[in-house]
């Protein structure tokens, strides 16, 4: 947890505004599906509007975002481990980060191919989402970790998001 004798503060890690920033990544993947919407809602009204949404989230829900955080992971590790609370140089960092990568370029990717490419993007999306989430509340209530980067919006995101992506495939 980042405190005064956190890493974040006793070895010249980012100031708190800059960890703010980066937890505000995650709705770079939200706006842009917002705005696809509009813009899908703009052209074509609401026909057609159920299968765009799966798309939509796909590419920005799915796949922006998750290449977004993943990227973290590898390129700035130390201010991620910072803002979730974990300790610095963790390995398993690197791993994250390309688990991230991979469901993000599947997202990106998912748009262009069949039903059933899709259906995989989901369940690899929803798998490691939901699974950050329940490793979100272990860490919560074990290592009593209350960091933004824990139990703030990533936390409802891992959760809700899935559940968003899993509801649009069924109804389509």
Known sequence: MTTKDSPATTTGGPPPWVLRLLSMTTYVGIVGFVVAEIVQIAQYGTEGLLAASLLNALAWIVGVNAIITGSGHLVMPDPIADSIGWPRGSPFQWEVGLAGLLIGVLGVLAPGFDRGFQLATVIAFSIFFLGAAVGHVVQRFRAKNTEPG???????????????????????
Request: aromatic content about 22%.
């Open 150 to 172: 824990n139990t703030g919006f990533i936390f409802w995101f891992d959760i809700v998001a899935p559940l968003v992506v899993i509801a649009l495939y069924v109804a389509t």
